[in-house]
């Protein structure tokens, strides 16, 4: 009312009022006010404003975290010209959207175009772990075993020599128990998740998404080892953290489709049939129909369910 919708104080506040709603995990209330603290001309965000660039960069965080991988890449896309065109002065907004463009290309089955991206700035000692610990990620999604392993070797030595903040290590060992339960190693990638969850408790942090993710990538790994009570004990402890978050839908899919196995596993087939449909359903919303993991789902349903219940 003072100052105009489309004043910059009035957009800054928006702003800072979004990032707070969206450190809470309240999505819905956090893309309000990235709206608002947008200008837009013709309703196209007018990327040349710093406000609205950074908006549009800072908010790819939040569609994520509603799996809204689709449309965070199109706007990642739309904001690349811009952000391309950005002065030496803007290498904050320059690495958060690289770091965010990076992890979207990963989560949407595109490693190859994440790595690609992240190495366009050459290896630089590892003096940015984030940006490092995305490509180890990535290069371990596309498939380039050795560098991922190497790369993740190095930052955890570094974490050892030289600590950093404790979440930096919780994640450093999450994204490597992702990569390590995609090839399979499922004692390592379990090893890993209780590594990081045991850091979480020793360090007293409030529960969060990505808790949620590492009690299901162990419960994941722990059915693949036949440690049924283990499994059990982890999903249910994911799924309670998903209800304490339920604007949050990233990893709902893989949950689900952890509960699916697990409950076939139990002799539970009707139950498993329902899960592992849930999973399919949201893994098209999240990831997209045609994704690798949307595709193993439908696999799996087939031979372990539609076809005569052999796993």
Not at 22 to 38: I, P
Not at 69 to 94: F, S, T, Y
Request: no cysteine; aromatic share 8%.
């Amino acid at each position: 009312e003072a100052f105009g919708p489309e004043s910059e104080r009035t957009r800054a506040v928006a702003l800072w009022n979004a990032r707070w709603l969206a450190s809470g995990y309240r999505f819905a209330g956090a893309e309000r006010y990235f709206d608002l603290a947008e200008l837009r001309v013709a309703g196209t965000p007018e990327l040349d404003d710093p406000i609205t660039l950074a908006a549009s960069v800072e908010r790819i965080a939040t569609l994520v975290g509603e799996g809204k991988l689709a449309k965070a890449e199109v706007d990642l896309r739309a904001a690349g010209p811009q952000i391309a065109r950005l002065d030496a002065g803007a290498d904050k907004i320059r690495k958060l959207f690289m770091r965010q463009f990076s992890q979207v290309l990963t989560l949407r089955g595109k490693p190859d175009e994440a790595i690609e991206l992240l190495e366009q700035t050459g290896r630089d000692d590892l003096s940015d772990r984030v940006r490092e610990r995305l490509l180890a990620w990535s290069l371990g999604h596309a498939g380039q075993t050795t560098e991922s392993e190497s790369l993740f070797a190095s930052l955890l030595e570094l974490e050892q020599i030289q600590p950093g903040p404790k979440f930096r290590e919780i994640f450093l060992r999450l994204y490597h128990a992702d990569v390590l339960l995609s090839r399979g190693e499922y004692d390592a990638a379990a090893n890993e998740a209780v590594i990081a969850i045991d850091e979480y408790d020793a360090n007293g942090f409030q529960n969060d998404p990505d808790r949620l993710w590492g009690r299901m990538l162990a419960g994941r790994a722990w059915i693949e080892l036949g440690e049924l009570d283990r499994a059990r004990g982890a999903l249910q402890e994911a799924d309670s953290l998903s209800e304490l978050f339920p604007e949050y839908r990233l990893r709902l899919p893989e949950l689900r489709y952890a509960q699916a196995k697990l409950a076939l596993a139990e002799g539970d087939r009707a139950r498993a049939g329902v899960r592992v449909q849930e999973a399919i359903t949201l893994g098209g919303e999240v990831f997209g129909e045609s994704h690798a993991l949307v595709e193993s789902m439908r696999s799996w349903r087939k031979s372990a369910i539609d076809d005569d219940g052999s796993s």
